[in-house]
């Protein structure tokens, strides 16, 4: 425990050096932010221009949609915000800079999450934070239960865990190619994207995908379903909402095992 | 007990080929075909405390593969590794916070910030306690001067400043060794001077080990009293570095100033280039810019005084001076002719 604790202590700090280094640049940073939230603010009103002709998509009403969109983005704006080191796992290890990290006596993995930190991603963040409200405003309020507090801070959390998971696993196969990237991003962006809506217009097994094989839809769809009073998806029961966090570890034990395999791999055989 | 001791230390990789053609890179993934580089191979290497060692060798020589081994980063193929008693791979971490590693063309500094910042920081990678981190940085700022840089972004620092302010990262741990990757590259006259006074310094006075690898000959003669040279992965040389002349250093250059009436009568080539005719045997003459005439004698052949005795005798010289072939010509020569090499390299 007190060893865990200083190792988040010390992802502070490297945090804290990046988030310097680019308030160096304070316009640049202003402008990435402002266009980052510009943007993702243009793939928001995607979600009016479908609901200019439709009242309700499987179900599902303009203001629920924007608050499932919103907590998605709220949870993947975090995971890239955090993540940005792990995404760019790719360029440390063409660079060689790997070795350095080995070098090191602390843990590789807290050194590789806190070689970058992108607070221009706080753009996606905030835009999410925004379509929630926005949600929220247009369903004129929610029938608010007792446990309704919790679940979706911990589902933001979980959601945010299961992405961050993802790009561990993508980071991962950086050990054996540099070449695949694009994949990571098919299940990042892919996945954000995808469970901005409803998910019963997917496909049963694509439903199934991201419940039980990249669970993203544990951390913030079940949540906002639990929160809607919606079922949730292939008749699962409602109290599984607050499994999130379990499966959410789960799936983060699963890649930073295989993480060890990577570093392993990487110690036989060199870049 | 040495610091160092490596014994038929290996390292084998298999390398994938590249396919030609459009769907090469996804053949190359599926059905890989695989080459075997023997990038280091029976390696044996004793470093004891204290000792400043340089590591040299032509590129690809499996030098820096050496040195990965050594500090935990790549598990050797074969042989056994210790260094400061501690096993490099599965004691790596803890190895780790025992060594310093300067890699002179990649900073470990953070480029946006001040010097200051980054030598902060590397006390909680490094797990410094507070009073020791506080001694040494006052110790090495002083010693590197680096108190009128302190404040500037690292990126804003000229490449010798950016190499004392590696060199500080590297040590605020107190590391026992100090693996040195080209410390002095790319930089002028003045700042590898510094670099060499304060590498000696930390040697003599901390008693700090150093492994130096680096294509600069001046480095090594001005620093190591030893040198090890391998290439293709063996290891061709380990000994003295003032030794090395001596044994390989094949020919040295005496350089006659004749005076001009010798000069005069003296016949021409087909070039017009003056010639120096009958010379002794294992004497040869490399160049002619009048007044002045080189000749080329091996070691073997004669000593250096009976060359001038025999030009004395014929014509009157103004000036003699001698050329020792500098040690990087020596050690060209070692790769070319493979000199050290009792078995051939397959």
Same mark, same amino acid.
């Given at each position: 425990?007190?060893?865990?604790?200083?190792?988040?202590?010390?992802?502070?700090?490297?945090?804290?050096?990046?988030?310097?280094?680019?308030?160096?640049?304070?316009?640049?940073?202003?402008?990435?932010?402002?266009?980052?939230?510009?943007?993702?603010?243009?793939?928001?009103?995607?979600?009016?221009?479908?609901?200019?002709?439709?009242?309700?998509?499987?179900?599902?009403?303009?203001?629920?949609?924007?608050?499932?969109?919103?907590?998605?983005?709220?949870?993947?704006?975090?995971?890239?915000?955090?993540?940005?080191?792990?995404?760019?796992?790719?360029?440390?290890?063409? =660079?060689?800079?790997?070795?350095?990290?080995?070098?090191?006596?602390?843990?590789?993995?807290?050194?590789?999450?806190?070689?970058?930190?992108?607070?221009?991603?706080?753009?996606?963040?905030?835009?999410?934070?925004?379509?929630?409200?926005?949600?929220?405003?247009?369903?004129?309020?929610?029938?608010? =239960?007792?446990?309704?507090?919790?679940?979706?801070?911990?589902?933001?959390?979980? #959601?945010?865990?299961?992405?961050?998971?993802?790009?561990?696993?993508?980071?991962?196969?950086?050990?054996?190619?540099?070449?695949?990237?694009?994949?990571?991003?098919?299940?990042?962006?892919?996945?954000?994207?995808?469970?901005?809506?409803?998910?019963?217009?997917?496909?049963?097994?694509?439903? =199934?995908?991201?419940?039980?094989?990249?669970?993203?839809?544990?951390?913030?769809?079940?949540?906002?379903?639990?929160?809607? #009073?919606?079922?949730?998806?292939?008749?699962?029961?409602?109290?599984?909402?607050?499994?999130?966090?379990?499966?959410?570890?789960?799936?983060?034990?699963?890649?930073?095992?295989?993480? #060890?395999?990577?570093?392993? =791999?990487?110690?036989?055989? #060199?870049? | 007990?040495?610091?160092?001791?490596?014994?038929?230390?290996?390292?084998?990789?298999?390398?994938?080929?590249?396919?030609?053609?459009?769907?090469?890179?996804?053949?190359?993934?599926?059905?890989?075909?695989?080459?075997?580089?023997?990038?280091?191979?029976?390696?044996?290497?004793?470093?004891?405390?204290?000792?400043?060692?340089?590591?040299?060798?032509?590129?690809?020589?499996?030098?820096?593969?050496?040195?990965?081994?050594?500090?935990?980063?790549?598990?050797?193929?074969?042989?056994?590794?210790?260094?400061?008693?501690?096993?490099?791979?599965?004691?790596?971490? @803890? %190895?780790?916070?025992?060594?310093?590693?300067?890699?002179?063309?990649?900073?470990?500094?953070?480029?946006?910030?001040?010097?200051?910042?980054?030598?902060? %920081?590397?006390?909680?990678?490094?797990?410094?306690?507070?009073?020791?981190?506080?001694? @040494?940085?006052?110790?090495?700022?002083?010693?590197?001067?680096?108190?009128?840089?302190?404040?500037?972004?690292?990126?804003? !620092?000229?490449?010798?400043?950016?190499?004392?302010?590696?060199?500080?990262?590297? !040590?605020?741990?107190?590391?026992?060794?100090?693996?040195?990757?080209?410390?002095?590259?790319?930089?002028?006259?003045?700042?590898?001077?510094?670099?060499?006074?304060?590498?000696?310094? &930390? @040697?003599?006075?901390?008693?700090?080990?150093?492994?130096?690898?680096?294509?600069?000959?001046?480095?090594?003669?001005?620093?190591?009293?030893?040198?090890?040279?391998?290439?293709?992965?063996?290891?061709?040389?380990?000994?003295?570095?003032?030794?090395?002349?001596?044994?390989?250093?094949?020919?040295?250059?005496? &350089?006659?100033?004749?005076?001009?009436?010798?000069?005069?009568?003296?016949?021409?080539?087909?070039?017009?280039?003056? &010639?120096?005719?009958?010379?002794?045997?294992?004497?040869?003459?490399?160049?002619?810019?009048?007044?002045?005439?080189?000749?080329?004698?091996?070691?073997?052949?004669?000593?250096?005084?009976?060359?001038?005795?025999?030009?004395?005798?014929?014509?009157?010289?103004?000036?003699?001076?001698?050329?020792?072939?500098? &040690?990087?010509?020596?050690?060209?020569?070692?790769?070319?002719?493979?000199?050290?090499?009792?078995?051939?390299?397959?």
């Amino acid at each position: 425990m007190r060893a865990l604790l200083r190792d988040l202590r010390l992802y502070r700090r490297l945090v804290a050096m990046q988030a310097r280094s680019q308030l160096q640049y304070k316009a640049n940073i202003a402008i990435d932010i402002g266009t980052y939230f510009a943007i993702s603010t243009l793939e928001f009103t995607q979600i009016f221009l479908l609901f200019a002709s439709f009242t309700t998509l499987a179900g599902w009403s303009a203001g629920e949609v924007a608050l499932l969109y919103g907590v998605t983005s709220v949870a993947f704006g975090l995971a890239e915000m955090f993540g940005a080191g792990i995404d760019g796992f790719d360029e440390m290890i063409r =660079r060689g800079d790997f070795d350095r990290v080995l070098l090191r006596p602390v843990s590789p993995f807290l050194q590789v999450a806190g070689s970058d930190f992108r607070l221009r991603r706080f753009g996606r963040f905030s835009q999410g934070v925004l379509a929630a409200v926005i949600g929220l405003f247009l369903l004129g309020g929610l029938p608010w =239960r007792p446990l309704d507090a919790f679940v979706l801070p911990l589902g933001i959390l979980s #959601g945010m865990f299961v992405f961050l998971a993802v790009m561990v696993l993508g980071a991962t196969l950086c050990f054996w190619t540099v070449e695949t990237t694009e994949l990571t991003n098919i299940l990042t962006y892919g996945g954000r994207e995808m469970l901005s809506w409803p998910l019963s217009v997917y496909s049963q097994s694509l439903q =199934r995908f991201f419940l039980f094989v990249v669970p993203l839809a544990f951390g913030t769809y079940a949540p906002v379903c639990y929160l809607l #009073g919606k079922p949730l998806p292939l008749g699962l029961p409602e109290a599984l909402a607050f499994a999130a966090p379990l499966v959410a570890l789960l799936f983060a034990s699963v890649a930073a095992t295989i993480w #060890g395999f990577g570093v392993r =791999r990487y110690q036989s055989t #060199g870049n | 007990m040495p610091l160092i001791k490596a014994e038929g230390l290996s390292k084998t990789f298999h390398v994938a080929q590249r396919r030609p053609g459009a769907l090469g890179g996804l053949r190359s993934i599926v059905n890989p075909q695989m080459r075997v580089v023997h990038a280091v191979r029976d390696l044996a290497l004793t470093v004891e405390r204290g000792e400043m060692v340089g590591l040299v060798g032509p590129n690809g020589a499996g030098k820096s593969t050496t040195v990965k081994m050594l500090t935990g980063i790549l598990m050797p193929s074969g042989g056994s590794v210790r260094v400061a008693g501690l096993d490099p791979q599965r004691q790596r971490r @803890n %190895l780790a916070g025992r060594i310093g590693v300067v890699f002179g063309q990649k900073s470990q500094l953070w480029w946006d910030l001040p010097l200051i910042d980054s030598l902060r %920081l590397l006390r909680h990678l490094y797990r410094v306690p507070e009073e020791r981190h506080a001694a @040494n940085l006052e110790r090495l700022r002083h010693l590197l001067q680096l108190d009128e840089f302190l404040q500037t972004p690292v990126r804003q !620092l000229s490449l010798g400043q950016r190499m004392r302010g590696d060199l500080a990262a590297a !040590l605020l741990h107190d590391p026992e060794l100090l693996y040195l990757d080209e410390p002095t590259i790319g930089l002028d006259v003045v700042a590898k001077a510094r670099i060499r006074e304060f590498l000696r310094a &930390i @040697n003599a006075e901390r008693g700090v080990t150093v492994l130096l690898t680096t294509h600069d000959m001046d480095d090594i003669e001005a620093l190591c009293k030893r040198m090890v040279i391998i290439d293709h992965g063996r290891k061709l040389y380990d000994g003295a570095v003032s030794g090395i002349r001596e044994r390989f250093g094949g020919e040295r250059t005496l &350089i006659a100033v004749l005076d001009d009436g010798d000069l005069a009568r003296l016949p021409a080539g087909a070039d017009g280039t003056l &010639i120096l005719p009958d010379l002794p045997v294992g004497v040869r003459q490399t160049d002619a810019e009048p007044p002045r005439i080189a000749l080329a004698f091996g070691r073997a052949a004669l000593p250096a005084h009976e060359l001038v005795a025999w030009l004395g005798a014929r014509y009157r010289l103004r000036d003699v001076t001698f050329e020792e072939p500098d &040690i990087e010509s020596v050690i060209r020569r070692i790769y070319e002719e493979g000199l050290l090499l009792d078995a051939p390299v397959a």
